[in-house]
């Protein structure tokens, strides 16, 4: 039956080659978007991982559901004891301790509100690499008394490297206290939004500046991104829920999550339409076929075939059909997708950014094997109905087509 079905299959030649181009084309479509969506996605998951929030953030338990209404409340005073347990946690490539705080920031010609962060400047370098400097440099650690400021902040208060600026915050225990700062940089993030209240000074200044000796969390970056689980788990082992709470990047990016849902959402309509063109294209072909061949199944059945064998031989035929098809999409999907990521795809900065990236076309085996198997699906489905109704088609009335 499989030797028949291939001979049937070489014999329409113009017809084969129609069919196979509607697959290949819909597979190779298929292998596009997908490898496009995510190379996005990967792109803007790293950006968001690298800019702010590391893969994993260590909270004193009850400050992520405080929503950061008493941030003063959840300030962590043993850090000592999470940077030992991160010790045991594989592939953590650096860890670092951040300060939280609000208040204004003044520059004698106007005032804005602003969100500043106490970090450590060399630890915060390592994991903050998409963090890009408009102006200026990061901080090091030999700027006790610099600050580095947000692009929004800077046009704002029309800021450049080397101006003053005060900040006035609020302390722990409520008193007003000021310190004047020196204008280090001007830093672009992958959020405008963060960027409009953005401000960073060393950890030790910070902590002066709202009298404490707590910080509000830790942040980890790991060697790989598909580590997150592993080390959650092991550093969940390590640290007790009613004292520490761990948030991975995934809980954090507000931002990212709504992105990503998008893009699958609009990749999975894609996938639809597609699969509908190549179900369409597939049925027209199969189906003209199909009734021309009527006499030639009608000589099969009065040979003693029955109409199950004729159903069988009719979607198996398609089935090659779908085989050759979508392996040929596969190929030319690849193919395509190296030329175009040597190329690139210059993309406009996405909502709330301002910062413009280069896509490619991502080559994932997961894709490459969804859209092989929708293509041979499609082809199959494609042949059903044409079939059933050949294999129900009376033995006389199909020897009466013959020319």
Do not use: C
Request: hydrophobic residues 45%; neutral net charge; glycine residues 10%.
């Amino acid at each position: 039956m499989f030797k028949l079905a291939l001979r049937n299959v070489l014999r329409q030649q113009t017809r084969t080659a129609l069919t196979l181009a509607a697959i290949g084309l819909g597979v190779a479509g298929l292998i596009l978007g997908g490898g496009y969506v995510e190379d996005i996605l990967v792109q803007l998951r790293e950006a968001t991982i690298h800019s702010q929030l590391g893969h994993l953030q260590v909270y004193k338990t009850g400050q992520y559901a405080s929503g950061g209404q008493r941030p003063f409340d959840y300030l962590i005073d043993d850090s000592p004891i999470i940077e030992k347990a991160l010790r045991g946690v594989p592939g953590v490539v650096a860890e670092t301790r951040r300060l939280s705080f609000s208040g204004l920031i003044s520059n004698g010609h106007g005032e804005l509100p602003m969100l500043g962060e106490g970090i450590q400047a060399e630890s915060e370098i390592r994991i903050g690499t998409a963090l890009s400097m408009l102006s200026g440099r990061r901080l090091s650690a030999g700027d006790p008394f610099g600050i580095v400021v947000g692009e929004g902040v800077a046009n704002a208060l029309k800021l450049k490297v080397g101006d003053s600026v005060d900040l006035v915050v609020s302390t722990r225990e409520g008193a007003m206290n000021t310190l004047q700062f020196t204008v280090m940089g001007v830093f672009r993030s992958l959020s405008k939004e963060y960027d409009a209240r953005a401000v960073q000074i060393s950890l030790g200044t910070a902590a002066e500046l709202v009298d404490t000796t707590g910080i509000t969390a830790v942040v980890v970056l790991l060697d790989d991104t598909t580590n997150t689980d592993r080390a959650l788990a092991t550093l969940r082992a390590q640290l007790p829920a009613d004292r520490y709470e761990i948030m991975t990047w995934r809980e954090l990016a507000d931002f990212y999550n709504g992105t990503a849902a998008l893009y699958e959402r609009q990749f999975a309509v894609l996938q639809v339409i597609i699969l509908v063109m190549v179900l369409l294209s597939v049925a027209n072909n199969v189906n003209m076929t199909l009734h021309e061949r009527t006499p030639e199944f009608g000589i099969m059945r009065a040979l003693g075939r029955t109409g199950r064998d004729i159903f069988r031989q009719a979607v198996l035929e398609t089935t090659l059909l779908g085989v050759l098809g979508a392996t040929m999409g596969v190929v030319i999907g690849v193919a395509l997708a190296v030329v175009i990521s040597i190329i690139g795809i210059p993309m406009p900065p996405p909502p709330n950014s301002e910062t413009g990236f280069t896509a490619a076309i991502r080559v994932v085996p997961a894709i490459l094997a969804a859209a092989f198997g929708l293509g041979i699906l499609a082809s199959i489905g494609a042949s059903l109905l044409p079939a059933r109704h050949l294999a129900r088609i009376p033995v006389v009335e199909a020897l009466r087509r013959t020319a």
